[in-house]
């Protein structure tokens, strides 16, 4: 078999913790699954109408984390963490059942997912993978806020800008190649926030599940969390792996170069609601061994897969 089919996890594995935003304790569940089911989300806490697919005209809504929901109003949010790491790590096929309506936030990045993934191992299939190849450039603008895609050989390369007024987070840059790249900073970076825009988020609903021990908390020029960052760009690497998993939404993985400058998850979902507008911006191309070179798989990733 090819490490370029479809890939899937060995066995179950299974978290638990508490939703960032609504703050209630969920259970959550990723199962094998057979080629060609791609990503199911499956509520188990309703017996009619659960199941919800990640599909970028499935998000209902993009303010402050991603929400998908299907025909039903049935929902599933803060996906984001958990599908760049199925991104990140090539997994194919899922179905991930879930007790709540939001993913557990965990640690507040994706690196817990990751490292149960890993631990468990990942089973290839039969049945090669297919790819989104980006035809033409794309871009969207928001005010300030820019991002586009644009054709790239054989990789998926995001080079994204991070702009806030806070003197600590500043501006700061990263690019990173998907499926070349050591993408450890990625998985590990938290989801962050200003202390002073708390009690507003709060105040909207949100947040109710966060603490020092799940997100980053900026105050003035100082990191309250003990531990301080994980790394130096800690901040606009989480942005990436965000990048990442709205990415994913797009249903397969992508061949293309994304540049971002002061982007989210709308802004993502913009561009991608943009590429599929016209069949011409993109193909659907099924990927076997001998028409791709090997620099499309993540190398650090092959001695986990069987």
Known sequence: MSVLNQKTIKEDITFKGVGLHNGLEVNLKIKPAEPNTGIVFKRTDLKDH???????FNVSSAVFCTTISNENRVSVSTIEHLMGALYGLGMDNALIEIDN??????????????????KVGIKNSD??????KIEKKIEFHDGKKTISIEPSKISLDIDFELKYENDLIGTQRNSIKVFESDLTNIYNSRTFCLFEDIDKLKGMGLARGGNLNNA???KDKK??????????????????????????????????????????????????????????????IEIKEKNLPHAFINKSHLRSIA
């Open 127 to 132: 049945a090669p993978i297919k790819i989104i």
């Open 50 to 56: 659960n199941i919800i697919i990640p599909n970028i």
């Open 223 to 284: 990191v309250l969390n003990e531990k301080g960052l994980r790394n130096e760009k800690e901040f606009v690497n989480h942005k990436i792996l965000d990048c990442m998993g709205d990415l994913y939404l797009a249903g397969y993985k992508i061949i293309g170069k994304l540049v971002c400058s002061q982007g989210g998850h709308k802004l993502t979902n913009q561009l991608l609601r943009k590429v599929f507008e016209n069949d011409e911006n993109f193909s659907l």
């Open 101 to 118: 309506e939001e993913v557990p936030i965990l640690d507040g990045s994706a690196k817990l997912f990751v490292e149960k993934i890993l």
């Open 216 to 218: 980053i908390v900026v």
